[in-house]
């Protein structure tokens, strides 16, 4: 088969998801990357065409965010989120993947290695979230209200998109205006976004338990910047300690946004985990 890249959405259960496959050759093993809160597949543009020396990769936006659907009828837990991935991967014939994920993206796949272990061969998680548990009763219930998602809006433009990239990355020299568009633009198309986010404030579940994560058996390789402010070094560490089969990696002289500051770093990380 030829190499090829498609961009695409497609209807997966009541959701759509908009992906971007990049196949190189039927002997190259399949990379699934999932980003992190309020990003999309754009933060992983800078490590993709390193990734495309020596794999197939499929990156999919989660909904609400990127260009994947945003409806108030879909369920937005981190089970849910793994139970879409698998069901998109599996319509293309893709049985067998690594999974390469940042942030929120590693309690995704910390809820798919779980819940379909013979599915995934190994995992990358890049500053990956974890032992969080579910939003209090009381927000949930706020959530209901018809004004909500202004207030979520409000909240997210109080913060900024500026503020919210200086916090990410450690060199704040880096952030120019792709950057800032890249980020922001999601977030200005429709109010739909904000209407499903407080919706994702009501599914979302508490991360696996210690001991739900001590049954994972999956190779996984931990990648932490040393000054992470989003998702502390602690939690690289205990993450460690919890998954019997990992391997944990602090990198200098960068934050939260690893596959932004330190993408060849960072491919060079993963491809020496893959082909251990």
């Known amino acids: 088969m030829e190499n090829y890249i498609k961009k695409d959405i497609e209807q997966v259960g009541d959701i759509d998801l908009y992906y971007e496959h990049i196949f190189i050759h039927d002997s ?11 990003s999309s597949s754009f933060s992983f543009r800078k490590l993709v065409p390193h990734l495309t020396k020596d794999y197939n990769v499929i990156s999919v936006d989660l909904p609400p965010f990127g260009q994947s659907g ?87 433009q109080r913060s900024g998109i500026e503020k919210n990239l200086r916090n990410v990355v450690h060199d704040q020299t880096m952030i120019d205006d792709e950057m800032r568009q890249g980020y922001l633009d999601p977030f200005m198309k429709s109010h739909d976004i904000f209407r499903a986010l407080g919706r994702m404030l009501r599914d979302k579940e508490g991360d696996l338990s210690s001991e739900e994560l001590h049954s994972i058996h999956t190779p996984c390789l931990l990648v932490w910047g040393r000054y992470d402010k989003v998702v502390p070094l602690d939690i690289g560490k205990r993450l460690h300690e919890d998954l019997p089969n990992s391997k944990l990696i602090v990198m200098e002289n960068t934050g939260h946004l690893l596959p932004e500051e330190k993408p060849e770093e960072v491919y060079h990380l993963i491809k020496g985990f893959l082909e251990d």
Request: aromatic share 14%; no cysteine; proline share 5%.
């Open 28 to 38: 190259l093993p399949t990379l699934v990357l999932i980003h992190g809160f309020l």
């Open 70 to 156: 945003k409806t108030n009828h879909y369920t937005y837990s981190f089970r849910n989120f793994a139970d879409s991935l698998v069901q998109l991967l599996e319509g293309k014939g893709i049985k067998h993947f690594s999974i390469i994920a940042h942030s929120m993206g590693g309690q995704v796949s910390l809820q798919l290695i779980n819940a379909y272990p013979d599915l995934v061969e190994r995992a990358v998680l890049l500053a990956g979230s974890g032992y969080e548990p579910s939003f209090p009763k009381k927000m949930k219930m706020l959530s209901y209200l018809p004004f909500f998602s202004f207030g979520v809006k409000g909240y997210l």
